[in-house]
């Protein structure tokens, strides 16, 4: 079985900038988790989506970022404009269940850094 | 709100037995997640506990006391490749909007 894919796996782009995100979760998994990791810290939830519909963006900063879920597969995740602190990996996962025993599956990762 | 609380460090010898502990808040507590992630990687799915008890797999088990709001991880049979950081996640919130928070983490050293 496929596991979560991203990409691009690294960018670097200097502030003011835009950039996007992609990831295309575990076939058959309706949850997707976008989450920021700043270096050292515990990941932080951005956006859950339940397949196509916005369950928690409390935390989606979103006078710059944005993030969707066309068909209730692939993602996008976008910043714009971008700012220092933006730096960070940003990690998607997917889950076969919204709740219960389910067990978030990440991807690799793409390592954003703001100049 | 959620707020997860575990030790930001923790060291110990290969062969060892360590235990990890993390305190939480959260308003509808639906459960307890354990994660480990190698430097560079992405976190990896250790353990999950919704009920109150120890949960064995392998050389790891995970415990939860659901009145203390306390939960721990053990790792028994310590390998340097076990030397990575874990985060416990907590999953609450109300039907239909569930969110899981992770902890800072805890980095574990394995010393030969």
């Known amino acids: 079985e496929a596991g979560v894919a991203q990409s691009p796996r690294y960018k670097i782009i200097e502030k003011r900038q835009s950039v996007a995100f992609w990831c295309n979760p575990i076939?058959?998994?309706?949850?997707l988790y976008w989450y920021q990791q700043i270096l050292g810290q515990g990941p932080k939830l951005l956006i859950q989506?339940?397949?196509?519909?916005?369950?928690?963006d409390s935390q989606l900063p979103k006078d710059r970022f944005s993030a969707e879920r066309l068909k209730g597969v692939d993602s996008t995740l976008k910043i714009q404009p971008a700012k220092l602190e933006d730096s960070a990996v940003y990690l998607c996962?997917?889950?076969?269940?919204?709740?219960?025993?389910?067990?978030?599956?990440f991807g690799p990762g793409t390592r954003l850094t703001v100049l | 709100g959620q707020s997860l609380e575990q030790p930001s460090e923790v060291t110990a010898v290969e062969g060892a037995i360590v235990q990890i502990n993390c305190t939480y808040q959260?308003?509808?507590?639906?459960?307890l997640s354990w994660y480990q992630q190698h430097d560079g990687g992405a976190p990896t799915f250790l353990s999950y506990?919704?009920?109150?008890g120890l949960e064995e797999t392998g050389r790891f088990s995970s415990f939860l006391s659901r009145s203390d709001s306390y939960g721990y991880l053990l790792l028994q049979e310590l390998q340097m490749k076990d030397s990575a950081s874990y985060f416990c996640?907590?999953?609450?919130?109300?039907?239909?909007?569930?969110?899981?928070?992770f902890g800072a983490g805890t980095r574990l050293f394995v010393k030969a």
């Open positions: 989506f339940q397949n196509n519909g916005v369950v928690d």
């Open positions: 996962a997917s889950s076969q269940r919204e709740v219960g025993t389910d067990t978030q599956y």
């Open positions: 996640a907590v999953r609450g919130g109300r039907a239909g909007g569930f969110k899981t928070i």
């Open positions: 506990n919704a009920l109150d």
């Open positions: 076939s058959g998994h309706a949850t």
């Open positions: 959260t308003s509808g507590f639906y459960g």
